[in-house]
């Protein structure tokens, strides 16, 4: 049983308009959602996080909306470049848990 | 931000023969790290956490005779893939936290990624 997913296995956004990709959970005690971001043959990055209590978190061009009631987040990045061309994946944790379940990933491709 | 390293970034090794890699927090303490492996288009699956001073704690179906985990200090922890196999070639991550058990979960720093080939 997945309890993160990340339905859109790919994206392509021309650069310069908005990215959105989505992240779908299933386990209620998650309250910690995180974003990643991963280049080949490199480790993931943090990106941006959201706690549970709020319902958007905004950093640069990235903003992350947190729908509880539909166990859904999404990650926004406007405007789109073609180094934001990677994986993204969706985590989530529970109370008191250092680790974290990924979504499988979402690979955003951004043309110029 | 916090740094995590990983040591080697590539390896290959013979079949049946024993891969050590290492995952080191630089500018910070870490009481817990996370092994995790990724298989080709699939997301990270945690293998286990690795506590500072204790043994480590292994998801189902991860072999703990086979991956040993020592976490020998706040700032290091070791992944040994005992007598490897074609099948174990993968890209092995590392993680770390910043923040303390018990509370929201913190932000994990991620090493860059052990590439390990078994021929």
């Known amino acids: 049983d997945q309890q993160v997913k990340q339905n859109s296995p790919s994206l392509s956004v021309q650069e310069g308009r908005i990215s959105i990709l989505n992240c779908d959970y299933t386990?209620?005690?998650?309250?910690?959602f995180l974003w990643y971001k991963k280049y080949p043959a490199e480790g993931p990055t943090f990106l941006i996080s959201?706690?549970?209590?709020?319902d958007k978190n905004e950093d640069g061009r990235f903003t992350v909306f947190l729908n509880k009631s539909a166990k859904h987040l999404s990650l926004h990045i406007v405007p789109s470049q073609p180094g934001d061309s990677a994986v993204y994946f969706c985590a989530a944790s529970g109370p008191n848990a250092g680790k974290s379940t990924f979504g499988d990933g979402t690979t955003l491709t951004v043309k110029p | 931000g916090a740094v995590v390293s990983q040591h080697p970034s590539r390896v290959i090794c013979k079949s049946g023969t024993s891969v050590k890699i290492e995952c080191r927090s630089l500018d910070f303490q870490a009481t817990t790290m996370f092994w995790y492996r990724q298989f080709p288009k699939q997301s990270l699956m945690l293998m286990a956490t690795s506590n500072e001073g204790s043994k480590a704690t292994y998801e189902q179906g991860v072999e703990k005779d086979k991956f040993l985990i020592n976490h020998a200090s706040l700032t290091l922890s070791t992944l040994t893939v005992t007598s490897a196999h074609p099948e174990d070639s993968s890209f092995y991550i590392c993680s770390a936290g910043t923040g303390t058990s018990g509370g929201l979960a913190d932000t994990q720093y991620f090493g860059p990624g052990t590439r390990l080939t078994v021929l």
């Open positions: 959201i706690s549970s209590i709020k």
């Open positions: 386990n209620s005690m998650f309250d910690y």
